[in-house]
């Protein structure tokens, strides 16, 4: 999944889109035009992008180390103070 959005957004980027269709990759294209002035119009697409796929790689890696262990939610206790 994380790999896909990467994929999408460098397409994007390029250019090889369909120019009808948002796309983070294409709204850090198109920020490259007034970047000096308004630096945020790249940079928050790009930060999105940063954060969506940390955050599903993650997500990922904690399900797949669970499911390795056989760990279930059910399982888990609190901790003592």
């Not at 994007?12 to 000096?36: C, E, Q």
């Not at 930060?47 to 599903?56: E, F, G, P």
């Amino acid at each position: 999944m994380a790999l896909s959005i990467l994929l999408e957004s460098a397409l994007a980027f390029l250019g090889f889109s369909d120019p009808d269709v948002a796309s983070w990759g294409k709204l850090i294209s198109d920020g490259r035009k007034v970047l000096r002035t308004d630096w945020t119009v790249a940079f928050l697409p790009g930060l999105m992008i940063l954060i969506t796929v940390l955050s599903v790689s993650l997500l990922g890696q904690g399900s797949t180390i669970r499911s390795i262990h056989g760990c279930r939610a059910s399982d888990i206790r609190p901790v003592d103070p």
